[in-house]
């Protein structure tokens, strides 16, 4: 999950290269603040780095729509849940990919940190739990507690950009946060492989893993959500602190 934030230039002295690519990046931001800003301005305050970002999000929502398509579909035919899981590696390409491109180019935004961790969200927390919906984890409390570990998810990206925008979590000569407090979210890749492992041995609907307890109440629940749960836990950890690569 890469976090851009923007360079602050020496006071009192003459502005060098990177300086200069800062600041104009910070007066393309200024057409999102303009009163008359213009047809397409949004477009033109855009970097190239938050266009790598939307492909990101764009992974995540495609990936969704695969597991809906799913649902309205035969359900021994998996090829929508497997292009659903498809996706989400190549949104977690994406995720990384933008950040090095606006450290390469030395523009960066707020505009771009807030773009990162809501394309995060959708591709790392929404499509992750509606694919679980997609192969069986659809009682009242499974849907709660999916729900759990995307509030989760939005609670630790909310978390970060206000802990790094306040200068709590140390950063390098980058810019970069030195750790992440908490999994990052694109760690729920691990989750997509655990379903890709139950589908491909076709343990989905009546036969996943663990079955479902009290069934035909109203607490009926598949104890594998837990483990959704479980990782949501670990994202929004205070303690828990992972050296950023």
């Known amino acids: 999950m890469s976090k851009r934030t923007s360079s602050a230039a020496t006071n009192g002295a003459a502005p060098n290269d990177d300086q200069v690519k800062a600041s104009t990046a910070v007066d393309k931001q200024k057409l999102l603040f303009s009163p008359n800003p213009g047809h397409f301005s949004l477009v033109r305050a855009l970097h190239l780095a938050d266009l790598i970002t939307e492909l990101n999000g764009l992974c995540g929502i495609l990936s969704v729509f695969s597991a809906m398509r799913y649902c309205l579909g035969d359900p021994t035919d998996h090829s929508n849940l497997w ?8 949104g977690l390409f994406f995720d990384f990919l933008d950040g090095r491109v ?6 960066s935004s707020m505009m771009g940190q807030e773009l990162d961790s809501l394309a995060d969200l959708i591709t790392f927390g929404i499509a992750p739990a509606s694919i679980a919906f997609a192969i069986g984890l659809r009682t009242s409390l499974d849907h709660l507690l999916l729900g759990f570990f995307v509030l989760c998810g939005l609670t630790r990206l909310a978390r970060f950009n206000v802990t790094a925008a306040n200068g709590v979590i140390p950063k390098d000569a980058s810019g970069k946060a030195a750790y992440f407090e908490g999994t990052p979210i694109p760690t729920t890749l691990a989750l997509d492989a655990l379903m890709g492992w139950w589908i491909s041995s076709g343990r989905i609907h009546d036969r996943i893993p663990g079955g479902v307890w009290l069934e035909g109440t109203a607490l009926a629940v598949h104890p594998v959500v837990l483990v959704f749960v479980a990782h949501g836990c670990l994202m929004v950890s205070k303690t828990l602190k992972i050296p950023k690569p």
């Not at 292009?83 to 190549?90: Q, R, S």
């Not at 606006?102 to 523009?107: G, I, Q, S, T, V």
Request: proline residues 7%; without cysteine; positive net charge.
């Open 102 to 107: 606006a450290r390469w180019r030395k523009k």
């Open 83 to 90: 292009t659903g899981l498809a996706f989400l590696p190549f």
